[in-house]
Nanobody, 126 residues
Framework: QVQLVESGGGSVQAGGSLRVSCAAYGYTYNWYYMGWFRQAPGKEREGVAAIYTGTGEPYIADSVKGRFTISQDSSKNTLYLQMNSLKPEDTAMYYC???????????????????WGQGTQVTVSS
């Protein structure tokens, strides 16, 4: 059974940094997209960053490019999102999501067939 467990969210002032982690359990795939979505109250879900686990190639949304970095520790089946220069508009629930073996980035970004974590709250105050 696949389980994604996020940790590391919290509250920070604007300009600060946070790192969120996602540990994947029971995942037997090797080549798939894994990353982070976020959703703020009243807003649509947004794909923030993803990584293709087989190659480590990252995908970063324009809204966070230059501020957020995604990385993985394959030995621990863990994904990280380093968030720097945080802004109040980054406030949201952040969800880890992992796609299926051989899936495409588009499919992952649509949320089709993804496994999901429970979410971790990130709050940025001005």
């Amino acid at each position: 059974q696949v389980q994604l467990v996020e940790s590391g969210g919290g509250s920070v002032q604007a300009g600060g940094s946070l790192r969120v982690s996602c540990a994947a359990y029971g995942y037997t795939y090797n080549w798939y997209y894994m990353g982070w979505f976020r959703q703020a109250p009243g807003k649509e879900r947004e794909g923030v960053a993803a990584i293709y686990t087989g190659t480590g190639e990252p995908y970063i949304a324009d809204s966070v490019k230059g501020r957020f970095t995604i990385s993985q520790d394959s030995s621990k089946n863990t994904l990280y999102l380093q968030m720097n220069s945080l802004k109040p508009e980054d406030t949201a629930m952040y969800y880890c999501a992992a796609g299926k073996e051989g899936g495409t980035y588009i499919r992952w970004s649509r949320g089709d067939d993804n496994y999901w974590g429970q979410g971790t709250q990130v709050t940025v105050s001005s």
